[in-house]
């Protein structure tokens, strides 16, 4: 099982007095911008662990929150007066924004981010850096991947790597992180005929698709590193039963909470693949993490580059 | 064999009577400015086709030269002359830049072209949009290989396609486009172990690394469509004479010239492709075709935001 919760509470522990050393030197700390629209439950809660991650290393992490009703313009509007606000290095819009808002928000809002706070890497620009090898910010969780990856010295140059997802946010830059580490790179998706025989082929299996259990042992070449992304909640008590033995501690979980957080990833791959992220406790913690990074990453840049102009 | 030749020259025959349209209505044809820095024999020829290409449906096409001793400073104040230049409605700066001009020198290239004006695509946002599934401006070579196989009629979505090479120009944005039209796609390079066991899977095969020959029909599944982007120039009458039977008529070509254009894809390989794309008359006259249908695209986006603003 690979770590990531401990690798990602290392990291803030790394963050942190940087970023009192950034307040030190600025008057004041880094700060970061989460807009949440509406009353998705599953944003909620992510949204409340980075407002948490953000304040516990010293940044200034301030909750804007829109109604469910809010419009297309109130979303941009908000957002614009977020690029304007000096206390603010980073902004990070948590997806999904509801289907009110009309089909084509999600664009409008990464046309709309300035691109020096944009920390989760989704305007155009700073997705077109990293397709050019030379990326400024780089989206969350395929970068918390990554670094998991050389944390762990999991070799990626000249190993096959397959992607299962083609979203902006996980799928595609992490193809492009990975190729650019010299992995020979395939990306599956919804329309993959035999996905079975081609992610049997990959050392290194990221599965970013949102359906639980979806990857099994079946999926998964012997000894091959998995990481999971998926996070879904299981409601089903027969699948769970299914897919735990009795005594293991995630039934007893279940009969507590009556749900189950887990991944994409069925708990049968771990009888096949060399290394495994959990979930939780594998990527969900390291996206948190380098939200963390590449804020304080903005705030220095943006810092560095104001310093330059008034020279 | 898959006819690039005449169905560019058809594109072209659309494109000229639009061009004279675009003219009738705005008082001056697309312009299109395309920048070749110093003495490279290969890009001398590139850019004499594209010039002759835009004369010929009816643009204004203007080659602007810089010295083998230009400096990036030099090459940059061009680009934004010509981004201010209203007759221009896009802008191609021919690669590759003389080594003199530094390092990176293309990447503050990509940063200077105005957006609207990126006739190939090669801007940070042009990037990002295509990864984005909202493309504005897609490089020339892949958006024309793609007209191809749609115009061939071969099924792109559910199949197994193979790209081999990355480049920012080529590899890249051809992976990209194949993965939105819902293929599984493989990124191949000069990293890839057992590069022929992959390339066997596919069934479409694009080639695009600039190495004569080197996809040979071990490489290739049976039936396959096989995509030659390459265009290298063989000189070594041993080799010519290897790859082409007695009385072959590229061996006379051969013999009149010296030299030979081919491509990265070796003529065994027609012995068990199912569709192929000939060097030269392949892929290198949709290019072209493809610049012009930018410039035409751009010139027009360009007076419909011209019209939009004046309301």
Redesign the interface.
């Known amino acids: 099982m690979l770590d990531g919760r401990s690798l990602a509470a290392r990291m803030r522990e790394k963050i942190a007095p940087q970023a009192m050393e950034f307040a030190r030197q600025h008057g004041r700390p880094p700060g970061l911008a989460i807009v949440l629209v509406g009353q998705n439950p599953a944003s909620e809660i992510y949204v409340r662990l980075k407002v948490q991650a953000g304040s516990e290393a010293g940044f200034r992490a301030d909750l804007e929150r829109l109604p469910e009703t809010a419009s297309l313009a109130d979303v941009l509007a908000l957002v614009e007066r977020l690029n304007r606000t000096a206390a603010y290095d980073g902004i990070l819009v948590q997806a999904p924004l509801p289907a009110a808002v009309g089909a084509g928000a999600m664009?409008r809002v990464?046309d709309t981010i300035a691109p020096e706070k944009d920390v989760d890497g989704v305007?155009?620009?700073?997705?077109?850096?990293l397709?050019?090898g030379?990326p400024l910010m780089v989206p969350c969780t395929p970068l918390g991947i990554i670094e998991l990856l050389e944390h762990e010295g999991i070799v990626i140059?000249?190993?096959?790597a397959c992607v299962i997802g083609?979203s902006?946010i996980v799928g595609?830059p992490m193809?492009?992180l990975l190729?650019q580490r010299?992995a020979?790179?395939?990306?599956?998706?919804s329309?993959?005929?035999d996905l079975a025989a081609?992610t049997g082929e990959a050392d290194i299996l990221v599965a970013a698709i949102g359906r639980a259990g979806l990857v099994t042992k079946e999926f998964v070449k012997p000894g091959a590193v998995v990481i999971d992304v998926g996070m879904n909640t299981l409601a089903d008590a027969s699948l769970v039963s299914q897919w735990y033995p009795e005594g293991h501690p995630r039934l007893a979980t279940f009969q507590k909470n009556g749900t189950l957080l887990v991944g994409d990833v069925h708990p049968n791959v771990a009888e096949v693949a060399g290394a495994l992220t959990p979930v939780p406790g594998g990527v969900g913690p390291l996206t948190i993490a380098m939200l963390m990074a590449n804020t304080l990453r903005a705030a220095q840049l943006g810092a560095g580059s104001a310093l330059a102009d008034s020279w």
Chains 1, 2 share one sequence.
């Open positions: 664009s990464f305007t155009p620009s700073s997705v077109g850096r397709v050019q030379r140059a000249g190993r096959r083609r902006e595609k193809a492009l190729l010299d020979t790179v395939t990306v599956c998706h329309k993959t005929a081609i």
